[in-house]
């Protein structure tokens, strides 16, 4: 396990990377992949969504665009207040404080899950992707961004020690541990040579 896959340590590191965040976020995670993911996500406008480790509400923004009826969630208040700052005051989103491993809603609340940037984070991905299953509707879907596994076996050396970085096989493993069996994946990159990020749409089951 890597050492931010720990919450309190992923919290403590969050706090201080909040003040800049928006700034380094474009060179990993930029608004033309955001747009492609949420193209793959295909929401209508009456979908309610919840994203799940909204950060500073960057993939939140993004699906302000489509629907009016967005949740963000996040376990670090200063990333909240960052969110919050930018989208509470005027936009029609509600924030909160929570865990992906542990939902605070209710059984097929949601049309759809959105997440980005938030799965290396987690000590147990399973636990919180069987939770996304649990608030999405039958029919409904989940999209998850992570950070795609490097080629380089000196670079997942590095990746390992940090957090969790996975490649397509991985990812199928996880949403299927979870009960997903309709799941699809895409490897997006911001340039060549900067970090890749990988998309997976699942399906939950009808």
């Known amino acids: 396990m890597g050492v931010l896959e720990d919450k309190s340590r992923a919290r403590l590191f969050y706090k201080y990377l909040s003040k800049v965040y928006d700034r380094v976020n474009p060179f990993i995670w930029n608004e033309a992949m955001r747009d492609e993911a949420l193209e793959m996500l295909d929401l209508d406008a009456d979908d309610r969504v919840v994203d799940v480790g909204c950060g500073t509400g960057f993939g939140t923004e993004g699906l302000l665009r489509y629907t009016d009826d967005v949740v963000g969630l996040d376990q670090s208040p200063h990333q909240l207040e960052k969110a919050f700052d930018k989208l509470g005051k005027h936009d029609p989103v509600s924030f909160t404080m929570g865990d992906a491993e542990r939902l605070p809603f209710r059984d097929d609340a949601f049309d759809a899950v959105w997440s980005s940037g938030s799965i290396e984070y987690?000590?147990?991905?399973?636990?919180?992707?069987?939770?996304?299953?649990?608030?999405?509707?039958p029919g409904g879907k989940v999209l998850v961004v992570g950070p795609d596994y490097p080629k380089s076996s000196l670079f997942q050396k590095v990746a390992d020690a940090i957090m969790l970085f996975y490649d397509e096989e991985e990812a199928?493993?996880?949403f299927r541990e979870a009960g997903f069996d309709d799941v699809e994946h895409r490897v997006l990159q911001a340039s060549p040579g900067s970090p890749r990020a990988i998309v997976s749409l699942a399906r939950v089951p009808e």
């Open 122 to 137: 987690w000590p147990n991905p399973v636990d919180a992707l069987e939770e996304f299953r649990r608030v999405v509707e």
């Open 172 to 174: 199928d493993r996880m």
